[in-house]
């Protein structure tokens, strides 16, 4: 930089020193090649002097994303079980990530998921049916296997890329007492489990689960609803839960206006909250991936949605309205630094999968680089 504006400068006053020198005698001196081939070092000098600040500027941004994604790699692999270190994948946890939105902050809209239902029900491997059937005679009236409903789970990991943004979601029925089989007596054999959760992250899902809608819940205002799931529940009474949890259920699959994951999502909405089609926009539904509970051999997908009303009104609905569903008994609105406090520093119990919907909500919110300097200012 420095020969360069030196030669410059000393071209620009060589030209200058000719008496009656105006500036376009000047310019033409100094840069003009057809009569002066050696000017070419002047165009060299004037590129130099514009380039490298301007290629500084970008080198500088590369390796600052760079800096970002390592630094955001470690933070992940630090908050990683040890029971899914061996898989890749964006994770919390027990929760890995099966597929996120190749958009993370933007999330898919539900007009971009497609749902392939296959009609054959999940059948159990021969290996595993007389212990199937001893487990359900014993636990028959301790687990209500009298209702032993359908529920829907994942045949493959769903597959979605930037040139090709829609996600695919192949389901299947399978049955509640088997879901409890595989989470009672799978789950808890580690070599099983990690021959399970190794063929779903190649493709294949081969075990039965309820495929769940995770979702948080964010009002207008910007405040993270925070939900105390009831003491009657059966998966984990008086938790936290950042926000909801609903099971995919049949009547999802109905004919009707909307599509499943819109109908999901507003039979979660007007259950869990008494909320309906006015409170929110069904565009700002967005799944922002399929998550794996590696702990009980769970897949779910992690939803976010911004309501159209503010946080105290959301508060008055819930203490004077009366709800279709009771499954949380206390609330809280959190703003998103509270949110990544908690997620580092947590008050409160918490359902297992929150700490992974935190950073998906808190990465939509802001996106990754600066949920890095966030987590880098709490941890320091």
């Not at 760079?66 to 933070?75: D, W």
């Not at 008494?274 to 799944?287: C, H, K, P, T």
Request: neutral net charge; glycine residues 4%; proline residues 5%.
């Amino acid at each position: 930089m420095t020969l360069a504006s030196g030669f410059l400068l000393g071209r620009i006053t060589n030209e200058f020193s000719p008496p009656n020198s105006n500036l376009w005698d000047v310019l033409q001196g100094t840069f003009s090649v057809a009569n002066r081939p050696t000017n070419f070092l002047s165009w060299l000098s004037v590129i130099l002097l514009a380039g490298v600040p301007l290629s500084y500027r970008f080198l500088k941004k590369l390796h600052k994303q760079k800096q970002y994604a390592k630094l955001f790699a470690t933070i992940l692999q630090r908050h990683k079980s040890r029971a899914i270190t061996p898989f890749n994948g964006l994770s919390w946890d027990d929760d890995l990530s099966l597929q996120t939105c190749p958009e993370l902050h933007r999330g898919w809209v539900a007009s971009e998921i497609k749902v392939q239902h296959d009609t054959t029900r999940f059948s159990m491997p021969e290996k595993y049916k007389q212990a199937y059937k001893e487990y359900f005679n014993k636990f028959h009236e301790e687990k209500r296997f009298f209702n032993d409903g359908i529920k829907f789970m994942l045949t493959r990991n769903p597959a979605s890329f930037l040139d090709s943004p829609t996600l695919s979601l192949n389901t299947r029925e399978t049955l509640y007492s088997q879901i409890q089989f595989y989470k009672d007596n799978i789950a808890i054999l580690t070599p099983e489990r990690n021959e399970l959760i190794r063929k779903a992250v190649d493709g294949y899902v081969e075990f039965p689960h309820s495929l769940c809608m995770h979702i948080v819940v964010v009002t207008s205002d910007d405040k993270v609803v925070t939900t105390k799931r009831s003491a009657k529940v059966s998966y984990y009474p008086n938790t936290w839960s950042c926000t909801a949890e609903e099971q995919l259920a049949p009547q999802d699959f109905e004919k009707g206006g909307g599509s499943l994951i819109s109908k999901w999502a507003g039979r979660l909405l007007s259950e869990e909250f008494g909320l309906n089609a006015e409170d929110y926009n069904d565009g700002n539904v967005r799944i922002l991936s399929a998550f794996l509970e590696s702990d009980i051999l769970n897949i779910s997908l992690c939803a976010h949605v911004v309501l159209d009303i503010p946080a105290s009104e959301l508060n008055q609905r819930l203490l004077i309205l009366p709800r279709p569903d009771y499954e949380f008994s206390e609330w809280a609105f959190l703003t998103h630094d509270e949110v990544l406090n908690e997620l580092f520093r947590p008050t409160k119990a918490y359902h297992p999968s929150s700490g992974y919907r935190m950073l998906m909500a808190l990465i939509r919110k802001y996106g990754e680089p600066t949920v890095v300097e966030k987590i880098l200012n709490q941890t320091k």
